[in-house]
Each structure stands twice: as structure tokens, then as C-alpha cells.
């Protein structure tokens, strides 16, 4: 399984991205999705995730409103959109893909990880 994730950037606070992860090697439509990220000098952490369809999602407390994980299962991608960036949500951000159909809040059961991409947000 191959995860290549993509739209980190640079932008101001208040501003919008929106990360993308291609996936490839297994049946795409089988699995949870979800999205990590790691800060420096800071473990990494569970920021959204979504089920093998798309309906349901779990969020991160700090990122609950702003960002919205979905899905196109027709074209093996997962996508973050995120709003109203804080400085705090600086990070490289990583796509994972769990051994579950069932969306999750946590790194327990997730076997591929994605490359990471980073996205910086300046005050």
C-alpha cells in the first residue's frame, strides 16, 4: 500500500488548505482513513478520521469545526479540509490508513502511514 499525500503549504492564520492522499495497492473502499499530524518536539497525534464509506467521522477536540475529513472512494483519495488555520496547527501532517472499516481516534490499528506534508501557519 502506497500513501501519497499532498496541498501542505505555507499560510497565514485565519486561512484555508486543503491536503489530499492518493492511496494504492488494496482495495481502497475497505478501510477507515485518517489524518495525523506531528508538530516539532511534539509526538505525533490523531487530528480527523473517517469510515470505509465516508459517514461517519471522528475529530480531534482541536480541530472540531474547522477541519472536515471526506472521502472519493471512486478515486482512492482522502482530503482535510481546513479552515481557519491557527499558528498551533503547524505541522507535517500525515495520511494512515487503519486494518478497519470503522472510523477511529487513534494511532492503534493503523498499519500505513504516508509520507507527510508539511503545513505552516504564521501569525
Known amino acids: 500500500v502506497q500513501l501519497q499525500a499532498s496541498g501542505g503549504g505555507l499560510v497565514q492564520a485565519g486561512g484555508s488548505l486543503r491536503l489530499s492522499c492518493a492511496a494504492s495497492?488494496?482495495?481502497?473502499?475497505?478501510?477507515?482513513m485518517g489524518w495525523f499530524r506531528q508538530a516539532p518536539g511534539k509526538e505525533r497525534e490523531f487530528v480527523a478520521s473517517?469510515?470505509?464509506?465516508?459517514?461517519?467521522?471522528y475529530y480531534a477536540d482541536s480541530v472540531k469545526g474547522r477541519f472536515a475529513i471526506s472521502r472519493d472512494n471512486a478515486k482512492n483519495m482522502v482530503f482535510l479540509q481546513m479552515n481557519s488555520l491557527k499558528p498551533e496547527d503547524t505541522a507535517i501532517y500525515y495520511c494512515a490508513q487503519k486494518e478497519s472499516a470503522i472510523a477511529f481516534a487513534g494511532s492503534s490499528g493503523v498499519i500505513y502511514w504516508g509520507q507527510g506534508t508539511q503545513v505552516t501557519v504564521s501569525s
Open positions: 473517517c469510515s470505509r464509506s465516508g459517514s461517519n467521522t
Open positions: 495497492g488494496r482495495t481502497f473502499s475497505n478501510y477507515a
